[in-house]
């Protein structure tokens, strides 16, 4: 097949770039012609010009007027002499060329919209053709392959995005939409948004809403992965997910350890039974016997079964894997229902996600942190995201977490609208000991027990602690705090 890509003419608009920088010699003066710059700013940069010596003349209009300098044949000549660029665009007659152009003012955005996506389309054709070559390279993997150039497209999509402000009265305008929407609602939650199924947690966040980046972290063994597993099924079965799928993403366990919790929760069978296959009760005499096991975990099974979950056990995902996945079944599900869609993406942790960022952990942990968070307002979906706690929290008298505990960079704090701590007392032994050290006491561990979720930071209210009961038998978290209502 014929690469009709590279055989295809270079999109450029050569006379367009003169009529923009020709602009600047038909102002009033000065002033006037640092708002023609500003106007331009917002729509293009020095690399959008196709042409060379357009590029130049724009850079060196650029330094005048960053320096007060009025923008007139002279002075960009002398300027261009100053950065030794005037003799590589063609000298005086080039300056003489521009000027000869006749652009307008008023055609300012014009000029720099056609000049702009032409440098898009340009650097479109510039990634396609590079694909083309590598995806002929024998040494080239594709799923990285496609990756990387998901990730370049973002990039120029990046570029490209819209950059107009909001005015205020249309911000208010649909805050008083929103407002009588609640007023008239006697839901806690935000319109939107989902349930956690535990009411004062609901009250503090208004349930997991689009667009935001949530945190729950917590040092290895709390019980973040069984927290998160439990906040995915009540999402799954309230009527506010409407037919909109929920996904968990989790790099340490495969599918069936994954499905063996969930069950275990849902059933309230111990783990333990379901992980040997002994001691599982069963109705006898004929009889159904609700309480039995095997009867719950039948049940359980029809219920979760009629839920809209995907569960993906890729160890060693990289970020731009994720959003590739989430974008392609997002694109799936709206094709099979316009309703459909996802719903709630769960992360399990945050840590373990590969980058392409090589200078340092904390950098790319800030790096997948930004994305996480851009990536929700993408989709347009909640983001809960598990992270892992520094060992710093060991060496306090008071092990609760903070802020400063989390693992490998502050950019996860700023990222994130709501971060949330698991603590337990109990995962701690008399000598102060954790359930991640060697030395732990196991026997002394309670099968039942009170949990803390300690919200450090919510930007959708305040912060608190919700008491909870964490049931680690069966992987189960309920309520315990006396505000739940």
């Given amino acids: 097949m014929e690469d009709s890509i590279i055989n295809n003419h270079i999109p450029q608009e050569v006379q367009t770039e003169k009529a923009l920088l020709s602009a600047f010699f038909y102002t009033s003066g000065l002033s006037e012609q640092q708002d023609v710059l500003d106007r331009m700013l917002g729509i293009i940069t020095a690399d959008d010009f196709y042409d060379v ?11 005048l007027l960053n320096d007060d300098k009025i923008v007139e044949p002279l002075t960009v000549s002398d300027q261009m002499k100053a950065d030794k660029s005037l003799d590589s665009v063609g000298g005086e007659g080039y300056i003489s060329e521009v000027l000869s152009s006749d652009g307008t003012i008023a055609n300012v955005e014009n000029y720099a919209k056609a000049v702009h996506e032409k440098a898009t389309q340009r650097r479109l054709i510039d990634l396609f053709n590079q694909g083309n070559g590598l995806a002929h390279d024998p040494a080239s993997q594709s799923q990285d392959l496609i990756a990387d150039i998901r990730s370049k497209l973002d990039s120029i999509e990046d570029q490209s995005e819209n950059t107009d402000f909001i005015e205020l009265k249309k911000s208010l305008s649909n805050t008083i939409d929103n407002l009588n929407t609640a007023a008239r609602s006697n839901s806690i939650l935000r319109e939107g948004a989902l349930p956690s199924d535990y009411p004062y947690l609901d009250k503090l966040t208004k349930g997991w809403q689009q667009n935001n980046l949530v945190i729950l972290a917590a040092r290895p063994a709390v019980g973040k992965t069984a927290f998160a597993l439990n906040l995915a099924i009540n999402a799954a079965k309230s009527k506010e997910i409407g037919k909109k799928t929920v996904v968990i993403f989790n790099m340490e366990m495969d599918d069936q350890s994954l499905s063996t919790r969930i069950l275990a929760a849902n059933a309230r069978v111990p783990m333990d039974k379901l ?20 009867t719950r975990i039948m049940l359980a099974n029809e219920r979760l079964s009629r839920l809209n979950i995907h569960l993906d056990t890729t160890p060693g995902i990289r970020i731009n894997e994720i959003r590739a996945k989430l974008r392609n079944l997002q694109s799936q599900l709206q094709r099979e229902d316009p309703d459909g869609g996802i719903g709630l993406v769960i992360i399990d942790y945050l840590q373990l996600i590969e980058s392409d960022v090589t200078e340092s952990r904390q950098q790319a942990v800030a790096a997948i942190s930004r994305s996480l968070k851009k990536l929700a307002g993408e989709l347009n979906v909640p983001i809960i995201a598990l992270s892992q706690l520094s060992r710093g929290v060991e060496g306090r008298t008071t092990k609760r977490p903070m802020l400063s505990d989390l693992r490998d960079s502050g950019a996860i704090e700023q990222d994130a609208d709501i971060v949330m701590f698991l603590y337990r007392d109990d995962y701690y032994d008399q000598d102060g000991h954790s359930e991640d050290d060697d030395d732990f006491d196991e026997s002394a561990i309670p099968d039942r027990g009170p949990v803390e979720l300690i919200i450090a930071k919510n930007r959708q209210g305040a912060n608190s602690t919700v008491k909870l009961m964490f049931d680690r038998s069966i992987q189960f ?4 705090d006396p505000r739940q209502a």
Avoid: C, H, M
């Fill in 477 to 480: 978290y309920g309520n315990l």
């Fill in 53 to 63: 010596k357009n590029k130049k003349f724009f850079q060196a209009i650029n330094e």
């Fill in 275 to 294: 992980i040997t296959g002994r001691n599982l009760t069963q109705s006898s005499n004929g009889q159904v016997d609700p309480n039995a096991d095997w």
